[in-house]
Structures are given as structure tokens and as C-alpha cells.
């Protein structure tokens, strides 16, 4: 120990070594005396650099197969003491602490370790703790260290002598390394040890579920019988809950595929079930339901008519359950009061992750709502239009729905043209002639029309009301239209796409 003579010193500890020697030679070229871990050393070394060991600053051996070695305050005093202040560079000598004033630091490649399908205990060594540490010593006193964390950025031209600005990007870059870091450790441990998934969505991917670590398990559902949850079944859960919960009156909610196929809102639940059920028995079948009443009995036992390998409410009776808990492969899960969805809700693509706020749920204020065809939507027509403006923010874009009071009877989901979705809708509705009540047809659409076509096609089947946020540039077309065919339309003003 006492090394405070030499230096300053760049102190380089790194797992990934290519292009060491590179910022070596400019950190030497800038005065810089080297100080390394083993490995590092040894490389440096290798290609003809002279290098001060860190066990000579610190006086102390690296032990435990590389568990400690920079963890010392001779390395983590030289890399937090403010040099602008006396009393830190006064303990800095007065200690002996080795004046580092670079650090260039990359990690146990943990990640890769995870990947390579190593055991456990390879894994858990894996986990670098003295470099993080050092980072995070070094971005936090940036305006006196420089840090660096990506071999990137080892060729980088204003380097050594950038502005202060440039230490704090460096910084900033050196905190979500190590936080993303963490986080990977936090999902190995988390994700494969609790959550493992019977496989993901095909059975050749395996899954697991990497729980909020703050969020109680399945966010407070309960399960109260059934198989174990899918990888499926939880996407489609999530959507059909999202979809449900838009409603106030008693409703029903069959999904398949993360898609509503069949909603109803009615005055009782078991009267929504069956309108929901009607919206499309065919795909209704292995499908997830959601109710948002509490089931007794008599809607227990229509429940278990069809197969279904979720089903969701507030609350079940002990006959309901005794009924449902038959069959053993549906899997029941009870909302508890007062739930509500993430406010935020997060994706992970290849380009980093996605945050949004999540769509809130509709509010339908008729003053906000703009007519404008000639013919004018009476209180029925309105209210079938709000029901449907509801349901249709749960499908996938480009979504239409096609309904007649509160229910539907034709979803178009996912179509990449806006009239193929009302085509698809309308298949639905054509499939239902013989059981469907009649009365007008109400459509909506999660996004404007951009020409009339869509609507034309409408007219064809027989819609007769159109709520859509309106907004194309094509509008005065797409009203000419609904107001040659006898349609009449609202603007909500607002879009809601779901991809
Ligand atoms: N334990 C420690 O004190 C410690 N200090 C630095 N490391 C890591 O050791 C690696 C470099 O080791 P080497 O130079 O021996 O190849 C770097 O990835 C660095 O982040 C450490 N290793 C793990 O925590």
C-alpha cells in the first residue's frame, strides 16, 4: 500500500480485452501510468505495455478466485475523492490511496454465460460485483474520473480531453450498463427459478414469467382451479381482463388469440353471457372468458357447456365452483376488488424497450362527440355506438366491430387494409343471420376511414351507424358516402390502435 506517488493512474479491468491495447497506448501517450487486474495485466503486458499491478496498490492479493480484488478502499478511495476538495485529497494521501483518474471497465460477461446454457453455479459466478462497483464509484464522480464501459468508445477522438459533457454521457452510459446488467441477473434468478412456463407460444420456445418483483403473484388474481397457466393463456387473459374491465353494466368477454370474438353488456350476467357467447360460438370454443359479476350456479353450468381453458370473474359461489372446478383443464381465475392493469405498460423489442401509458379507459361524453351527416343518431343508436367503441380499443389493428345494441356480432381483427377488417366483420355477421335478432347494424372502427370504400362495403351488409374518430384527410368523401347511403356517423376525435 502507498502508491499515491505515482500516477495518475488509468486503471484497466476488463473481461472483454478486444481493443485494449488501443486506449492503452493513448492513455500511456497522455502520461497515464496502467493499473490492472490479473487478467488484464497479463494481456497488457502481453502486448509490451508496462503495468502496475492493483494488489500493489491495495497490498492485498486478489483471493477467492477473483471474488475480491479491486473491492478496497485504496482502489474505490482514488476513484470517489472530489479533487477540488482539500479534505478528500488530504485522506487520499494521507491513506495512501492510488490517484486513479480513468477507469475503463467491462463486465463478467454474465448475459452470454446465461445463454450458453452453463450451469448454475457458472452462472452465479458470473456475476461480476467489483466491477459494477467501480463503475458506479466512477460515473457518480464524473466530473473527476473518466469512465469508461464500451470498447466502442475506446477510439473515440475527443476522448482524454472532451468536455465535461462527455464525461457525463460517458457516465450516464456506465449507470445503465450496470442497471441493465442487474436486471438480466434479476431475470435469471427470478424468471427461471419461480416462473417457468410449461413452454412458450409454440411448444418447441421454452418461457418462463419474470414477475414485477413489487407486484404480488399474477398481479392479486387468484387461481382457484385448473391445469397451470400457459404462456397463452396469459396473454389472452391480460386482453380479455383489459376488455372487461372497460365496462360498468354486467358484461361478458370471450377472447381468442389476445382478440374479443363475442362481447355483450347487459342488464344481468347470464344474459351477457349468452349474447357474448353468440358474438361467435365457433371461435368461443378453447377460448377465455371473462365476466366482470360474481357466477353462481345456473351460470356455472352454461359456462361448462362450451370448453374453456380460462375463465375470469369477481368471484365464484361453492356450487359455481364445485361445477366449474369439473372439468379439470379450465383454469379459473378470480379478479379481486378493486384491480386494475398496469398505468404503464412496457414492450421489449430488438431496438430497446417500449414504454406508453396505457390506452385509459374510454370516457363517452356525448358533448364531445361530432355528427357530422345529415342523418342524426337517435339515444339507442348512441348508446349502441358507445358499447362498440368500447370493444373495438381491444382489438388488434385495423379493427371493426359490428354490433346491434350491446352486443356484437362480427369482429374484423388485425387486417392490414381497413375494408378487408370490415369484410371480416361482416362474415361474422352474415354467419349469424338465422340467430342474430334483428334491427340496425352498428359499426366501429378503431381508426378513420382513409376512403369511402370501407364504407360502401359497409352499407352492402347492412350497417347503418358508424362511430370512428375521424381525422383523414378524405373525410367530406367518407361522409358524402354514409350520407348518400343513409348512414349516419359520430367523430370521437380520438384513435385507438392496438398492435
Ligand atoms: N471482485 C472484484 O473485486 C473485481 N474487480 C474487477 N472485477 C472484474 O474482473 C474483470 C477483469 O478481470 P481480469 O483483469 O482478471 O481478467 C472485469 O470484468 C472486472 O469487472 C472483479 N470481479 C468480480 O467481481
Redesign the pocket.
Known sequence: MGNNQAGPFALL???D?SGLESIAQRLVAAGYTLL??????KYLRAQGFEVVDVSSVTGFP?IMD??????HPAVHGGLLAKRKDPAHMDALHEHGLANIEVLV????PFESTVASGAEHEEIVENI???????LRAAAKNYENILVVVDPNDYERGDLLEGPLSLRKELAAKAFHHTSRYDEAIWTYLVGREDGALRYGENPHQKAWLVREPSAPVLRGLKQLSGKELSYNNLLDAEAALAAVLEFDDPSAVVVKHTNPCGVASQREIETAFEHGLAGDPVSAFGGILALNRKVEFSLAQKISRTFWEVVLAPGFSEEALDELSKKKNVRLLEIPEGFSLPPLQSRITAFGTLKQEADPRIRWEIEGLEVPTKLKPDRETLDAMEFLWRVVKHVKSNAIVVGAGTRTFGVGAGQMSRVDAVEAALRGVAAKSETRPSGALVLASDAFFPFADGVEKAAEGGVRAIVQPGGSKRDAEVVEACDALGITMVFTGTRHFKH
Open positions: 479491468s476488463v473481461s480485452k490492472s487486474t490479473g487478467g488484464s495485466a486478489e477473483g471474488r475480491v480484488k479491486t473491492l471497465v467491462n463486465l463478467y461480476d460485483i467489483g466491477g459494477p462497483a467501480m
